[in-house]
């Protein structure tokens, strides 16, 4: 089994955890409730300090996809629904009905946000850009002020 770290990058809508290995991202998750600590930097891998300067961009407007390696841990259906997500273009939205059209299987729409639910990569897998079929927001694991923070944010850097 490899060896994970856990840094913590302060973003202007609360405070991330990063977790990786030393060469991918595993996790990136908002995290309430929780005190960030001091990073370690010079025992933090490549991948981490890549990681948060691809978030740093991101939240100055200037970066719309992630070059940073990560790795999708689920089942082979998660993977397919998170794989889905990141095809969701930047600036845009798609609704639960959507993502089980785009993975053929249109009855699959509550195993959909199941699955939307379980990701652990937000923001990398934009799992915020997705919102109910009537155009509400739905539920997101870092709540749903941050959900819309960051689909105002991609309306305001989007360009077509």
């Given at each position: ?74 089942t ?15 600036g ?69």
């Amino acid at each position: 089994m490899s060896k994970h770290y856990i840094a913590y990058y302060e973003s202007p809508i609360g405070t991330i955890e990063i977790i990786s290995t030393d060469t991918t991202i595993c996790s990136i998750m908002f995290c309430d409730g929780k005190q960030a600590q001091l990073n370690e930097q010079q025992n933090l891998p490549k991948v981490i300090h890549d990681c948060y300067d691809e978030l740093d961009h991101y939240f100055k407007g200037e970066r719309r996809e992630f070059t940073v390696p990560y790795v999708l841990n689920g089942t082979s259906f998660q993977q397919t629904v998170w794989n889905a997500l990141i095809t969701i273009p930047y600036g845009q939205t798609a609704n639960y009905q959507d993502i089980a059209v785009a993975i053929d299987n249109r009855k699959a729409v509550r195993a959909v946000g199941s699955a939307n639910g379980k990701n652990k990569l937000s923001i990398i897998v934009p799992c915020h850009r997705v919102i109910g079929s009537d155009g509400s927001l739905t539920g997101y694991a870092g709540g749903l002020w941050r959900k819309e923070w960051l689909l105002q944010h991609e309306q305001l850097h989007f360009i077509s």
